[in-house]
């Protein structure tokens, strides 16, 4: 009879194995829902927009012919304009919101929780309202013989004229509808600067610039990089905006989508510039993340 030696044993590994369902491990499974909410709420969609930009002309079906002719028209038909507006729009109303919002949400971080509650609460009460009715509450407000107007006519005998029909009345709605969407990423983002350390940089003689360009900045970056990709990518394809404070002034590549999908009933042209402002946003978030390493910037590598 022969001695049996540990070293004769066959190695069994101690890592657990992951449960599995037949051939499928559970994990998928779980996974399933979200899963199919992606493919067919959100991939679906965006292919069969793909699909219809390749179509001829008022074609409603997305099997055909491809052809490139609704981009062509694109060019040839000055659409490049739209997009140039929405796409300044888009930046300079980013802009504006990072300058507000920095301070508001600085603020509301430092200020006593009862008194965060209460300014929250009034940032988000609005978002319960209508974006339409909120933009038409301002433009009753702005224009001639508005309540604005009319009230300091009525009181001093000044005359403001007409605020909106203009593009500054454009920025000042993307502004006031965004906000939110800037501001609480920026909280959040905020919340990983520990006191403890700002407190250090001041009683080592730092100023409030410096403690701003290498303390806060760099902490809060995730939280503002974030705000701010949303805030362009939602400004792309602003629509209210442009069609109630700016009254026909301008008109925004989310216009010419609507017109197209509906007055027109071009789907094919519609569905070209929806793709195009879809690469346009895509293209301009894959960049900022690319030159902004996310990962380093919340602590998950050194």
């Not at 006519?153 to 009345?169: D, H, I, Q």
């Amino acid at each position: 009879m022969t001695d049996v030696t540990k070293s004769d044993l066959p190695a069994v590994s101690s890592a657990p194995r992951p449960l599995r369902i037949g051939a499928i491990p559970t994990g998928v499974w779980y996974a399933m829902p979200i899963l199919a909410l992606l493919v067919f709420g959100f991939l679906a969609p965006m292919v069969m927009v793909a699909l219809y930009s390749f179509m001829p002309r008022g074609s409603f079906s997305p099997w055909g012919t491809p052809t490139l002719e609704n981009y062509v028209d694109i060019v040839e038909q000055n659409f490049y304009i739209s997009f140039g507006w929405s796409l300044w729009l888009a930046l300079l109303s980013t802009a504006l919101l990072l300058v507000v919002a920095y301070p508001l949400a600085v603020a509301i971080k430092r200020a006593a929780p009862k008194r965060a509650v209460i300014l929250t609460v009034l940032i988000v009460a609005p978002l319960f309202v209508a974006e339409n009715i909120r933009l038409q509450g301002w433009v009753l407000f702005l224009d001639k013989a508005g309540v604005l107007d009319g009230g300091l006519k009525a009181m001093f005998g000044v005359e403001t004229g007409s605020l909106v029909t203009n593009v500054p009345a454009i920025v000042f709605g993307i502004v006031y509808v965004y906000l939110p969407f800037m501001l609480f990423p920026m909280i959040l983002g905020l919340a990983n600067v520990p006191p403890d350390v700002r407190e250090a940089a001041a009683d080592m003689g730092a100023t409030r610039w410096r403690m701003f360009r290498d303390i806060e900045l760099p902490l809060a970056a995730p939280g503002i990089l974030i705000g701010g990709l949303l805030c362009f990518v939602i400004s792309l394809g602003a629509f209210s905006e442009a069609k109630f404070l700016g009254k026909g002034v301008i008109v925004t590549v989310a216009q010419d989508i609507e017109s197209a999908f509906t007055f027109g009933q071009n789907w094919p042209r519609g569905s070209a510039l929806s793709v195009l402002v879809i690469l346009l946003a895509g293209s301009a978030v894959f960049i900022a993340m690319r030159r902004m390493d996310l990962e380093k910037m919340l602590g998950r590598r050194g």
